[in-house]
């Protein structure tokens, strides 16, 4: 329950599908949205060292410095999501491009 509003059930973060996780949270909130690692890692269903992980893996773009912390907005972290998908699919449509021209 949310302690704030005791009577409104808090919406869960992600949802459990056979297969994997849905993770919507992260589009629910408004792009200027400052999250830090911890809540960052709690709506990715992840570890904190995780998210330092999957930033050195170029899966998250580079925290900024604020106050003390490392901080995300929201909006940014889902416009690198967003590039990450364009940039693969532009890769696999160039390999198909390729695979295509060496069949006769």
């Known amino acids: 329950m949310n302690e704030a509003h ?3 059930k808090r919406e869960p973060l992600s ?9 919507d949270a992260l589009a629910r909130l408004p792009e200027r949205t400052i999250l830090d ?7 990715l269903c992840v570890a904190s060292r995780t998210i330092r992980r999957m930033v050195s893996r170029f899966e998250l773009p580079p925290p900024v410095p604020f106050g003390g912390r490392s901080v995300w907005l ?5 416009a690198h999501i967003e590039s990450v998908a ?7 449509k160039r ?3 390729q695979i295509s021209s060496l069949t006769p």
């Open 74 to 78: 929201a909006g940014r972290i889902l």
């Open 86 to 92: 364009e940039r693969a699919e532009r890769d696999a």
């Open 15 to 23: 949802k459990e599908r056979k297969g994997g996780v849905q993770i």
């Open 6 to 8: 005791p009577s409104k």
């Open 95 to 97: 390999a198909e491009r």
């Open 37 to 43: 690692e911890v809540q960052l890692a709690k709506i």
